[in-house]
């Protein structure tokens, strides 16, 4: 299920018509950045030992500690030192897809700011931007929209942990920039190309408060998750050890006691057999919530989830497929499908959460089809043309990123091999989907 989550502390209805889009705006073509391709990432051995020294230490891991490690390790981590976004890369995102994604997100952005009534001052946030494409594209409507937003203290904040990404951001979207020491809680500061001021920061928790539209896609999928396995004496959790036959290969084992997470994280009336759950996910929804319900703003979390119902979505991707998240740790992406239910639960009462929503619905419902023939009115490059609507088509198509591709078979089989734009037979679409939050006077739309 691919799911926007949106969270927001408004006191009137939010979803609102489209504003038709101005004519005339510009194509954007997408950059092709220099990425560590997989196939030159064959291995990285370095962050192996490192597991394997920990593990021999002081004993088997969490899958939560090994996904932290080899997604983030500040050293050697997956994000840290790739650029994995791309053709070139590990997997293909919507904002990369096409412009208009962008686009109709930087529409909601403003249709939200005007319905909680034009405060002065908007922080735009986005959580994990990669290669800044979405929030580029959101910039551009808000330059456009300039008449609307006229008068608003428009400020941009990016949450990035990756050095090499938050580089690629810079380049992208501001004329000028610093760096700031190590330590600082702000790691960048610039002004983007339209001159409004832009900063980098490692966590959600140092973005200043004050009225925010926070933004995530597939952002929350790539946060360390523990997993749970039901057995006869109760829950227990899945570990990473090592191999005891194999000394330089990984494997999945149970504690055989109960750990504090096993403990703390699992719901009373939980009827599932297997559980992942991300509490580093629960605390960033917490705060976006805490900061909505005090300062106003609203959040929209979009990403690969489901509802409560999923149970083993633990996957690696290398090169668009799918790759044991055991093997080569460090050069491969590590994800888990985002259960909706549980930050739903962590954001609490003074927000109210809506959906899900397929994307494809959410596109739709933005004007998706009214943006492509604008835009297509004024390309008379073919190969752009046709570059548009093949884009709009991956983005909407319910066979491919309007909804979410299911293996029908083996537990390993295709899952999200849409990210890669490629469909096996052997997959059954299922629904993807958007989910709001609002406030409680409001209740569901
Ligand atoms: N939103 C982008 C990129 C998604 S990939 C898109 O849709 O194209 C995940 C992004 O989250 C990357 O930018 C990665 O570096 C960042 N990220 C992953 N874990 C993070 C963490 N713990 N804190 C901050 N950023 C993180």
Same mark, same amino acid.
């Given at each position: ?31 092709? %950045? ?19 020294? #920990? ?6 891991i969490t899958v939560a500690e090994y996904m932290r490690e080899v997604l +983030? ?5 997956y ?38 009534? #034009? ?52 380049? %992208? ?47 929350f999928d790539a946060l360390p998750i523990h997993k749970f396995q ?7 959790e899945v570990m990473v ?9 990984l494997r999945f084992?149970l ?17 599932r057999?297997h559980l992942e759950i991300s509490?580093e996910g ?21 990403d690969y989830g489901h509802?409560?119902?999923k149970m083993d979505t633990f996957r690696g991707f290398r090169?668009?497929?799918l790759h044991d998240v055991l093997e080569?740790p460090?050069?491969a992406d590590l994800t888990a499908d985002v259960d ?12 109210? %959460? ?9 596109? #739709? ?13 004024? %390309? ?15 983005? +909407?198509?319910?066979? #491919? ?6 293996p029908?078979?083996r537990r390993q089989a295709?899952r999200r ?29």
């Amino acid at each position: 299920m691919w799911t926007f989550l949106k969270i927001i502390r408004l006191n009137r209805a939010t979803v609102r018509s489209l504003n038709p889009l101005p004519r005339g705006w510009t194509v954007v073509l997408r950059r092709s %950045c220099s990425s560590a391709s997989s196939e030159s990432r064959v291995t990285n051995p370095s962050i192996l030992r490192h597991l394997t020294s #920990k593990i021999t230490a002081t004993g088997a891991i969490t899958v939560a500690e090994y996904m932290r490690e080899v997604l +983030t390790n500040p050293v050697s981590g997956y994000y840290v030192k790739n650029d994995m976004l791309g053709a070139d890369g590990d997997f293909i995102t919507s904002p990369e897809i096409s412009q208009i994604f962008g686009e109709l997100v930087g529409i909601w952005c403003v249709s939200e700011w005007v319905a909680s009534g #034009k405060p002065k001052v908007l922080q735009l946030v986005e959580l994990g931007p990669g290669r800044g494409s979405l929030i580029g594209d959101i910039l551009r409507v808000f330059h456009q929209l300039q008449s609307v937003l006229h008068g608003a203290e428009v400020s941009v904040h990016l949450v990035e942990v990756s050095p090499k990404l938050s580089q690629l951001q810079a380049q %992208c979207l501001a004329g000028e920039y610093t760096c700031g020491g190590e330590d600082e809680l702000v790691y960048r500061t610039g002004t983007t190309h339209t001159g409004l001021p832009i900063y980098w920061y490692r966590s959600v928790k140092d973005v200043p408060r004050g009225f925010s539209i926070f933004l995530a896609h597939e952002f929350f999928d790539a946060l360390p998750i523990h997993k749970f396995q039901r057995t006869e004496k109760g829950w227990r959790e899945v570990m990473v050890d090592i191999h005891p036959e194999e000394p330089d290969k990984l494997r999945f084992v149970l504690f055989p006691t109960p750990t504090l997470a096993s403990t703390t994280l699992i719901h009373e009336d939980e009827k599932r057999q297997h559980l992942e759950i991300s509490p580093e996910g629960g605390v960033i929804v917490q705060k976006l919530a805490s900061q909505i319900a005090e300062d106003g703003g609203a959040a929209l979390i979009a990403d690969y989830g489901h509802d409560g119902t999923k149970m083993d979505t633990f996957r690696g991707f290398r090169g668009h497929k799918l790759h044991d998240v055991l093997e080569a740790p460090g050069t491969a992406d590590l994800t888990a499908d985002v259960d909706f239910s549980y930050l739903r639960r962590m954001a609490g009462d003074a927000v109210v %959460c809506m959906g899900p929503i397929t994307q494809r619905a959410f596109l #739709k419902n933005m004007g998706i089809d009214a943006r492509l023939q604008v835009l297509l009115r004024s %390309c008379h490059d073919a190969t752009t043309r046709a570059q548009l609507i093949h884009g709009c088509d991956m983005l +909407t198509s319910p066979e #491919k990123m309007g909804s979410s591709m299911r293996p029908t078979g083996r537990r390993q089989a295709a899952r999200r091999n849409h990210r890669g734009g490629r469909l096996s037979a052997a997959d059954a679409p299922i629904e993807k989907t958007t989910s709001f939050l609002k406030s409680p006077a409001v209740g569901l739309i």
